[in-house]
């Protein structure tokens, strides 16, 4: 079972300085099941605060969210958040009862993020994109019916991070869930989205839909880059 996500209304204020400042302005919004739906934006324009009010780490003030409950969102961050002194396989299946993940489970879903042969190593032993693949099958491993990324491979270099968003698509071609995935890069967006909301000031400014073009996409054909251009007017 996986699930979709609707969002209706949402605002979200913070108190800064005796300042009221509006982060989310009537945020409305749907994510379809066994989708791949990104939130692109500007930096500062709310996602970070979207995402953490979808996972349950952070209020709001006023809307309403049909989300599956808390149990079942799986979150990976910009940075790995991994237990230095543990190994990948205890990171792994770090806090879940063993009746809730089994052996052959975590060796599947080391073997799902390819890091066979490095279940003993520790994160200080790992590469960036390593680490994150590390994180990748950590929220994997609750089995979520939604996952939700923070700018999961900002931090990677080139190379890595389009081996990562490759990674991405083959994962979720073997279990279709459903993922919101957060990036200001309009490239990254093209190339794994299957709907893009552009956020501006607090709201969905511009959605696209891309369920027509298949992976993997060629963000230089003429089509992807006359949408680039629209995103890069919008924002
Ligand atoms: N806990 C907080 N307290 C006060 N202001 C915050 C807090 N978190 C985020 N903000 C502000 O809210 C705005 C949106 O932040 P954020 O959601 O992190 O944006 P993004 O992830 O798109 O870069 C920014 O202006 C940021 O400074
Ligand atoms: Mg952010």
Not at 15 to 44: H, M, P
Not at 49 to 68: A, K, N, V
Not at 73 to 78: H, S, T
Not at 207 to 216: N, R
Request: charged share 25%; net charge neutral.
């Amino acid at each position: 079972m996986t699930a979709g996500v609707k969002i209706e209304k949402l605002c979200k204020s913070y108190q800064v300085a005796e300042k009221n400042l509006k982060v989310l302005d009537n945020l409305t919004a749907e994510f379809q099941e066994e989708s791949i739906t990104v939130i692109l934006g500007r930096s500062g324009c709310g996602k970070t605060t979207l995402l953490r009010i979808l996972g349950g780490l952070e209020s709001y003030d006023s809307g309403t969210l049909d989300i599956p409950d808390h149990g079942k969102i799986g979150m990976v961050f910009q940075e790995p958040r991994l237990m230095p002194w543990l190994t990948v396989w205890k990171n792994i299946g770090f806090g879940l009862p063993k009746r809730r993940i089994s052996e052959p489970d975590i060796q599947a879903l080391i073997h799902t993020v390819g890091l066979q042969g490095f279940e003993k190593a520790r994160p200080m032993q790992l590469s960036g994109g390593m680490q994150q693949r590390v994180s990748l099958a950590r929220a994997l491993a609750y089995n979520p019916e939604l996952i939700l990324m923070d700018e999961p491979f900002a931090a990677l270099d080139y190379f890595t991070r389009t081996v990562m968003q490759e990674e991405l698509i083959r994962i979720y071609s073997l279990q279709k869930k459903s993922i919101v995935f957060v990036t200001h890069s309009i490239d990254e967006a093209l190339l794994i989205g299957q709907k893009i909301l552009v956020l501006k000031q607090g709201s969905v400014e511009q959605e696209i839909s891309l369920s027509g073009y298949a992976y993997p996409r060629d963000i230089l054909s003429s089509d992807l880059i006359e949408i680039k251009k629209n995103i890069i007017t919008t924002l």
